[in-house]
Each structure stands twice: as C-alpha cells, then as structure tokens.
C-alpha cells in the first residue's frame, strides 16, 4: 500500500507516484519539505486569463490561454463569445483551473457563438499573434499586459468590428505539475460525463 505522505503529496502537487516517493524520502517524510522543493521548480508555464465586453457590437466573453514559456508556444486555448453580458462576468482573479472549469461549464451550457469562437481561437492561434504575444515579455515570468490589451484590441476589431473593447487581463504562474495535474483531472471529469451520458442513452 502506498505510503499516505507520498499520495498527500501526489494530491496537493500534481507530481506522479515515483517523484512523490523520491521525495518524501529525499525529506526524511517531510511533506512539506517537499512541497516547497516543488514550489522552487521553474514555472515554465502562464495562464492568461482574459475579459472582453465590446459595447457596440454587444459581444462579450473569456479567454484562457495557457503559454508554454520555455518553447514560446500557446499550449492550450478556452474562448467564448456571446451577446449575453454574463459570458464575460468570470472573474479573471480565479485560479487557472476555476477559470477554465467555468468557461468550460459556460460553453457547455449556453447559446455561444461557435463561428465567431472558432474565428477567435484560429486568430490567437496564428504564429504572427503569438510572436507578439510574446514579444511582449518584460522579463522571464512577467508581460506588458497594457501592449497586449491592444493586440487583442486590433484583433476584435478585424474580427467583431468592435471599436471600443473594454479588456481585462491577469496573468498567472503555472508549473509543469500543476499543469499536468489539471488536465488529469479535467479528462477525467469529462470521461466520467462521457460515460453518464452513454448511459443515459
């Protein structure tokens, strides 16, 4: 049976069962000796956590975008857009994994726009957005959030034709075990709705 300090720090960190192991005895079992290790690994990763509400076009929504900060990449991408103001009402202060569950949730869930979502996505995809994106680093971990707003100011208007989009954008530090534990977690929620579903049916 798995020692109850190694799956404490498997669940508070992400990290897998052979690292929990290596360093819990590493510690001499000090969990939390182990959880600072951890915390003092590089963060190669950021969550941009985005709002956009366009007062004339009356387009409103949420942009995550989780950038790989090592190879200077989007890793992951969550956009909704809609005319519903409360597509736009998630609070960008939620950690990453709350953000993302809630966009997730609100997609699944509401009338969006899947054309204009898809247009969004496939623009913010697009390498000459990405190296702005990233051309917008003050140092190893922090952006110039006020150049990106504009960027993504430029980008609705050529594709929402909005003028006038109020963005708010926070930024948030992301581990690799971090990471890898959300996404665990977040298939495995939708395996688990997958298969409720196929029941139901």
């Known amino acids: ?26 510690t001499g079992g000090d969990v939390e000796g ?5 915390k003092s690994m590089p963060q190669d990763f950021m969550a941009l956590k985005i709002r ?9 929504g949420l942009i995550l975008m989780i ?16 005319n519903n103001i409360e597509a736009s009402q998630i609070d960008t202060n939620l950690k ?30 697009k390498d000459d957005f990405k190296e702005k994106i990233f051309l917008k680093l003050i140092n190893e971990n922090k952006f110039n959030l006020s150049q990106i707003k504009l960027d993504f100011s430029e980008l609705f208007f050529k594709i929402i034709t909005e003028p006038n989009c109020a963005i708010k954008i926070e930024e948030e530090e992301i581990d690799l075990f971090r990471l890898y534990k959300s996404k665990k ?15 139901a049916e």
Do not use: C, P, W
């Open 1 to 26: 049976m798995m020692d109850q300090k190694v799956k404490d720090l498997m669940y508070a960190t992400g990290v897998d069962e052979k690292l929990a192991t290596m360093l819990v005895e590493f």
């Open 67 to 82: 950038l790989n900060m090592r190879t200077k990449d989007i890793e992951d991408i969550y956009v909704t857009i809609d």
């Open 185 to 199: 977690s977040y298939f495995k929620e939708n395996e688990a709705g997958s298969e409720a579903e196929q029941t």
């Open 34 to 38: 182990a959880k600072k290790i951890i």
């Open 96 to 125: 990453f994994e709350d953000f993302r569950e809630a966009i997730v949730n609100y997609i699944n869930n509401k009338n969006i726009d899947l054309e204009l979502m898809g247009r969004i996505r496939e623009a913010v995809l």
């Open 52 to 60: 956009y509400m366009g007062y004339k076009t009356h387009k409103y």
